[in-house]
């Protein structure tokens, strides 16, 4: 498979490396700042964060 993909690259082995790195630096980037937080959004559950003490009913606050 490999083979196959370097074979159909243009030009020398400098080339061939050149473009290689520059694909997969931009799959990196497009997974990293498109794809990851797209899914992030969809897999995680909402940000409901309550802050205190969690107990219902309680008149307890947290001291200043």
């Known amino acids: 498979m490999y083979g196959a993909l370097w074979r159909v ?3 020398p082995w400098p ?13 990196l980037y ?6 990851f937080p ?6 995680t559950p909402q940000n409901d964060v309550t802050v205190g003490l969690g107990i ?5 606050t947290m001291a200043s």
């Not at 080339?15 to 799959?27: D, E, M, Q, R, S």
């Not at 797209?38 to 897999?43: Q, R, V, Y």
């Not at 219902?56 to 307890?60: D, F, I």
């Open 15 to 27: 080339v061939k490396l050149l473009i290689t790195l520059v694909v997969i630096a931009a799959a």
């Open 38 to 43: 797209w899914a992030d959004a969809l897999l």
């Open 9 to 11: 690259l243009p030009g």
């Open 56 to 60: 219902a009913g309680s008149s307890a």
């Open 30 to 35: 497009g997974l990293v700042f498109y794809a």
